[in-house]
């Protein structure tokens, strides 16, 4: 298993737009999450999907956000109507959830989004 | 609400010991991890204690966990050049496991 893989890595994009981000996970892990992370500032919490559930997701996250993890493995992330403010690295992780509630979150590379 | 701060940079000499500090407000968390983020890769966790441990030691690492104070901090001894990075401690208490992370230490080692 090679990681949390991401795709695409960049994506530029007009205002208006809509985006789609996809993230894989490490093969087996139940657990995955999504994060916005803007210059300067640590990793915010956007969603995490418990197998194929989406069990909470973020204020951050308005409604132009969506988030899928259809079959419990890959996941997506759109953004319809991107705006400026939208610009950030959105990373994924994925987790295996154990009895015990520690939680190791192994990180893909991220895909940094660009809204002009 | 939660929340986690952390100074913003932190510059040792080539060899110096580094220690970077974090505070944190919710009593609840379970666990709390110290992770790394190199430029164009990925964030690494380097280390994690529980929240029963003081003291958790690994390697050229060591974690110190103050509860009563909310106060963790990270030590690096024999710092090195590749150890430049960002540093971002991080608490997890709820059921989901989602992290909240702190705003990042930049640390610059200096040959």
């Known amino acids: 298993d090679t990681g949390v893989s991401q795709d695409p890595r960049h994506k530029i994009t007009k205002r208006g737009q809509n985006v789609t981000f996809r993230c894989d996970p490490i093969s087996e892990h139940n657990r995955l999450y999504w994060y916005r992370q803007t210059l300067g500032q640590g990793p915010e919490f956007l969603t995490y999907?418990?197998?194929?559930?989406?069990?909470?997701k973020s204020r951050l996250l308005s409604d132009r956000f969506s988030a899928e993890r259809p079959k419990g493995s890959f996941s997506t992330l759109e953004i319809q109507r991107t705006e400026q403010g939208d610009s950030a690295m959105y990373l994924c992780a994925s987790s295996f959830l154990t009895g015990d509630s520690y939680n190791e979150q192994f990180f893909g590379p991220g895909t940094r989004l660009t809204v002009l | 609400g939660e929340d986690v701060e952390q100074s913003l940079f932190l510059s040792v000499r080539e060899g110096d010991s580094s220690v970077i500090n974090c505070t944190y407000t919710?009593?609840?968390?379970?666990?709390l991890y110290w992770y790394k983020q190199e430029p164009g890769a990925g964030l690494q966790l380097l280390t994690y204690?529980?929240?029963?441990?003081d003291m958790k030691q690994d390697q050229r690492l060591t974690v110190l966990l103050n509860k009563k104070d909310k106060h963790l901090s990270l030590r690096i001894a024999d710092t090195q050049t590749g150890d430049s990075a960002i540093y971002f401690c991080?608490?997890?208490?709820?059921?989901?496991?989602?992290?909240?992370f702190g705003q990042g230490t930049t640390l610059q080692v200096k040959p």
């Open positions: 991080a608490e997890s208490g709820s059921n989901t496991g989602k992290l909240i």
């Open positions: 204690i529980f929240s029963n441990m």
């Open positions: 999907f418990q197998n194929e559930a989406q069990l909470e």
């Open positions: 919710d009593s609840s968390s379970t666990y």
